[in-house]
């Protein structure tokens, strides 16, 4: 069962194969396996879907594995309605724990649960045979809209880098490999496999890459899975930019990249850009590799490189087997219910009319088919049979047996129905109506965005009109992100539950009955409206290309910079508990580029109930010298406290976390001079700051070139002489023909190099031009660097005092 092979005995085996044996060892066997190689005694792995539980299809896994029936089944999968439930798509299904979704989990901002999500997928996948498990997916939730944004954390890039560094620690710490994916900026499920995401290098770098390269850095996941889409005009798969100089120059990631399935369009261009693994089986592509190889085009040591990735994959993954490994389904089952609990977010509670005290509730009105049968997940190959599933419909009568309990269809108040009048007497009589609402099951998933942001077909309308006779309504909520609420001010409160898995009617019920104090906060902005969503113009793009219009200011960072008000902003989330949040600290006054700073403050519960709370930390640049979002996460933690408790919180913030990227110096900088550290209930909801100082070389707000226009030379005293002067020594002029030079060049449009050369001729080379402009460039920055100095030296002097 395991592979006990040093690294010299592998290498001796890519050079005993022949170029078909390698070939096949970089391609799958039949849907979810690597080739196993009999001759060379190399062993299989087998892998399968699950970012949230195991999917194992019998059928795909223990049928035969031929080729033109695998391919059938997996389509099968992916186009699938599967309003018509799980086993109609995956055929014989083993069941599997069902956890909540990514944009469930992420609401609990619990690195530890992520933990334990990781710990027990992978305890499934051992008890299953399964030795990959391919997530999880952390594509930015850049819009709502997006068909698998059910499976992804967050709009941010930290705290989606954190939680997915968590679950890959997880899985792989209990000997099951992950694939963090997908691998980049599939955010969007519209002509997915052909359109190009058009992104500038900022955004791609700040936001879109940046949580891959933390889970990366903290989580070190055994495999990378690329992306279906193309990335600036370039398939992902086909990306050498993506796959080798940024992931593996630049983050100096050794481990596998795979394929998504089918992701790969030209075999050989995917292997020279570092696309090691191509899923699944397909003979033809195999063909094209064969091929390539022979002729040239794909170099041996390409094919041999990735070759031995995959044999260090299967000896990693093949020695981590768990023999006679047993899963726990009921203790899973319980963790499915806590994660869920943990992850509600209570939106609104007017008048506190949560929780219900099940002994003064008398009738109960639950309306929606959601309440009888819950919306637990998203549609799509990440889909799991549950082992079980909580009723919250069945839950509220366990936990209010002196209730009266009614429950009603949608369908029973429509107009002139026969069922209206009764229904409507049940909700007049209520003391309480819980409205279960839900997004139309089956369309959003994979393959398929939203194309709106409201609730299913006329569960708005309904909403609406039952607030009008009776007020005492709570709205719950299985959506896969953010749903617009015209009918936010007919409510009394609102519970987001999103799709919490198969524990989630429990769950539900006891955040209902105050039996679990909801602490969840959003890890997304919820728009007014969907004209409100960053990059709505542009949205999802026409003849094969999208282009990110907002560029870094995504999610939150959109609307703080319009100044827009949200529905409800990214970070919140109400409690049963009061919070008080005093005495911020940090460890120094000041950060240079190599450092860490801690920030401490206090954090009272002033309410009555124990509870936990979220709190966020923001970093606030004072003047950067390029653009930049007003505030963006660094950093955050989870509180729990006793009514009246108080405790010390520290967040660490490395300075690494403060840079940004500039395509100009290509590279990572960080901004000399003053920085707010904000402390937060939510983005909107800023408690306490304090100011630092970051100590770094200052730079130029522009780098010079010979296309820069003339007055971006002249604009510093002392560039202006220096200007002179180089003008005089090239040119052999005297005084009153340099001031003149200096007049035409002031008043020039064109780059510094043209307008001199203009007059000049060919006196001064480009070379020449170039090599000036780089020294000034040099002492600009030294200028900077000492008006820095001086205009930190108040700062420095009040903090010695």
């Known amino acids: 069962m395991s592979w006990n092979v040093s690294d010299k005995q592998l290498n001796a085996l890519v050079a005993e194969m022949t170029v078909e044996e390698k070939v096949a060892a970089v391609s799958g066997h039949g849907l979810w396996r690597t080739a196993a190689n009999y001759r060379l005694n190399i062993p299989e792995l087998l892998m399968t879907d699950g970012t949230y539980g195991v999917r194992y299809s019998i059928d795909q896994i223990d049928g035969m594995q031929d080729g033109d029936g695998q391919l059938a089944a997996f389509l099968g999968v992916v186009n699938t309605d599967l309003s018509t439930g799980v086993e109609s798509a995956f055929g014989s299904t083993r069941p599997a724990t069902c956890f909540p979704n990514g ?125 279906y889409n193309r990335l600036n005009d370039v398939q992902a798969a086909e990306n050498h930019w993506l796959l080798t100089e940024v992931l593996r120059d630049e983050w100096g990631y050794d481990g596998v990249v795979v394929s998504d399935w089918h992701g790969i369009k030209d075999r050989p261009a995917s292997i020279n850009a570092g696309n090691d693994l191509d899923m699944p089986e397909s003979g033809a592509r195999k063909q094209d590799l064969i091929d390539a190889v022979k002729d040239g085009r794909v170099p041996m040591e390409a094919l041999d490189r990735s070759c031995l990735r995959v044999l260090k994959l299967v000896r990693t993954a093949r020695n981590a087997i768990r023999p006679n490994a047993e899963a726990d389904f009921n203790k899973h089952h319980a963790l499915s219910r806590r994660m869920a609990a943990e992850s509600i977010v209570l939106l609104k509670n007017e008048m506190a009319i949560l929780p219900l005290d099940a002994a003064k509730v008398g009738k109960i009105a639950v309306v929606g088919a959601a309440a009888a049968e819950p919306v637990i997940q998203g549609s799509g190959c990440a889909t799991t049979r549950p082992t079980e599933v909580d009723i919250p419909l069945d839950e509220i009568r366990r936990l209010a047996p002196g209730a009266t309990v009614s429950f009603h269809a949608v369908a029973d108040f429509e107009a002139g129905s026969a069922s209206e009048q009764s229904a409507l007497a049940a909700i007049d009589a209520a003391d309480v109506v819980l409205f279960f609402g839900n997004t139309e099951v089956g369309y959003d998933g994979e393959g398929s965005d939203r194309t709106h942001l409201d609730l299913h077909a006329g569960q708005d309308e309904l909403i609406g009109r039952l607030g009008k006779r009776n007020g005492r309504i709570v709205v719950i909520l299985f959506a896969p992100d953010a749903v617009a609420m015209p009918w936010i001010d007919s409510v009394q409160a609102v519970v987001a539950a999103f799709f919490g898995g198969q524990g989630v009617g429990k769950a539900i019920a006891d955040v209902l009955f105050g039996r679990q104090n909801p602490c969840g906060k959003l890890t997304v902005t919820f728009p007014v409206q969907m004209e409100d969503i960053p990059g709505y113009l542009s949205y999802p793009g026409e003849n094969g290309r999208h282009v990110y219009s907002e560029g870094l200011h995504v999610g939150y960072r959109h609307y703080d910079k319009r100044k827009l008000a949200p529905l409800f902003p990214f970070g919140f989330g109400l409690s049963y508990s009061t919070f008080e949040y005093s005495n911020i600290a940090t460890s120094a006054d000041r950060i240079d580029g190599s450092g860490t700073i801690r920030i401490t403050f206090d954090i009272t519960n002033t309410g009555s109930v124990a509870g936990k709370e979220i709190v966020q930390l923001y970093a606030r640049p004072h003047s950067p010298r390029l653009m930049r979002p007003i505030r963006e996460l660094k950093g955050f933690a ?54 630092v100082m970051v100590d770094a070389p200052a730079l130029p707000s522009t780098i010079l070139d010979v296309e820069s226009q003339p007055f971006l030379v002249l604009e510093r005293d002392f560039a202006r002489r220096r200007f002179r002067d180089f003008l005089k020594a090239q040119l052999d002029l005297d005084d009153e023909e340099a001031a003149k030079m200096m007049e035409y060049c002031a008043s020039s449009f064109l780059g510094i190099y043209k307008t001199v050369s203009w007059v000049a001729g060919e006196k001064i080379s480009k070379a020449t031009m170039a090599a000036f402009l780089d020294g000034l460039n040099k002492e600009i920055g030294r200028q900077s660097a000492r008006q820095h100095d001086v205009m930190t030296a108040p700062f420095e002097a009040d903090r010695t005092r």
């Open 103 to 227: 944009s469930s989990l992420a609401c609990s901002w619990d690195v530890g649960l992520a933990y334990d999500l990781g710990q027990a997928l992978a305890a499934e996948c051992q008890a299953f045979g399964v030795n990959i498990l391919l997530g999880p997916g952390i594509n930015i939730r850049r819009t709502p809209l997006a068909g698998r944004s059910y499976e992804y954390y967050s709009e941010d890039p930290v705290l989606s880098g954190e939680i997915a560094a968590a679950v890959i620690n997880g899985l792989q710490q209990n000997g099951v490999g992950a694939s963090l994916k997908h691998f980049a900026c599939n955010n969007s499920e519209v002509q997915r496999t052909t359109m190009s995401s058009v992104v500038d290098e900022r955004a791609l770098r700040e936001i879109y890459l940046a949580g891959f390269e933390r889970a990366i850095r903290k989580g070190n996941p055994w495999t990378v899975m690329s992306s």
């Open 638 to 691: 989870m509180v729990e406290l006793q009514p009246g408790e108080t405790k010390r919180v520290e967040v660490t913030v490395e300075s690494s976390d403060l840079r940004y990227y500039d395509p100009a110096y290509r590279q990572w900088l960080l901004d000399a001079g003053q920085i707010d550290f904000e402390i937060g209930a939510s983005s909107r909801d800023i408690r306490l700051e304090k100011t």
